[in-house]
Each structure stands twice: as structure tokens, then as C-alpha cells.
């Protein structure tokens, strides 16, 4: 996760374009952690959802300036996953 953020300042520095820089290392990351966790038909569907995921926690760590915030949210999401997989 760290290694992430720093990927991204550090686009963000050399190419001057944002939305790349956020983009670019979001989607290399979700589509790492989906092909290790994710196994089956819904494996594009659930690397979408990552990357997605992703973004928002981006967002959050924007706007809030804080890391508490994103971490607190990433951990409800993690929550719901595993609520979710229980049904």
C-alpha cells in the first residue's frame, strides 16, 4: 500500500498529468491482488470492484488529508467482504 502511494507521488511529479498517476499504480495493484486472490469466472468482475475500491480510498485519503480515514475505510470494506461471503 505505501509502495503504491509513493508510485503515485512520484508520477505525479514526473508527468504532471493526476489522473494518471492515480490510475496507473490503482489499476497494476488491483489487478495483482485480484489475480492472487480472486480465482474463477467473476475474476475481471472482482478486479474491477478492487480497482474501484482503490480510487475511493484514494478519494478519501484526498480529501481528508488523513491516512486514519482511508485505513479506517478500507477496513470496514474488508468487513463487508467477509460479512458478505458468509451468506
Given at each position: 500500500e505505501n509502495m503504491k502511494l509513493m508510485?503515485?507521488?512520484?508520477?505525479?511529479r514526473k508527468t504532471?498529468?493526476?489522473?494518471?498517476?492515480?490510475?496507473?499504480?490503482?489499476?497494476?495493484?488491483?489487478?495483482?491482488?485480484g489475480y492472487q486472490a480472486y480465482v474463477g469466472p467473476y475474476m475481471w468482475i472482482l478486479i474491477l470492484?478492487?480497482?474501484?475500491?482503490?480510487?475511493?480510498?484514494?478519494?478519501?485519503?484526498?480529501?481528508?488529508e488523513s491516512l486514519e480515514n482511508a485505513i479506517i475505510s478500507h477496513g470496514l470494506y474488508n468487513s463487508l467482504v467477509v460479512l458478505s461471503s458468509l451468506t
Open positions: 508510485g503515485m507521488l512520484a508520477l505525479s504532471g498529468i493526476a489522473w494518471l498517476s492515480v490510475a496507473l499504480p490503482v489499476g497494476i495493484w488491483a489487478v495483482l491482488h470492484c478492487a480497482f474501484l475500491s482503490g480510487l475511493i480510498l484514494f478519494f478519501v485519503l484526498k480529501q481528508t
